[in-house]
């Protein structure tokens, strides 16, 4: 989901050439990258076991590979 969003900010910023969309962009990066890792650590306190057999399928990264 974080990376469809920035993908759709990045394209409109693209298409209709704009330098707000462009900074709004890089800011939305800069918060999902610090949120990811609080959310990681919620969700694993939270369901200690099922979160760490979906970290074991899923890749761990904003994009994936």
């Known amino acids: 989901m974080y990376l469809a969003a920035l993908l759709v900010l990045l394209g409109l910023a693209l298409v209709l050439i704009s330098a ?5 962009f890089v800011v939305m990066w800069m918060l ?10 919620q969700l ?3 369901y ?3 979160y ?6 899923v890749p761990g990264s904003l994009i994936p590979k």
Do not use: G, S
């Not at 707000?20 to 709004?24: F, G, I, N, P, S």
């Not at 760490?52 to 399928?57: F, N």
């Open 32 to 41: 999902i990258i610090k949120l990811i890792p609080e959310e990681e650590n």
């Open 20 to 24: 707000l969309l462009a900074v709004m």
């Open 44 to 46: 694993d306190q939270a």
């Open 48 to 50: 200690p076991v099922a």
């Open 52 to 57: 760490a057999e979906y970290c074991k399928r």
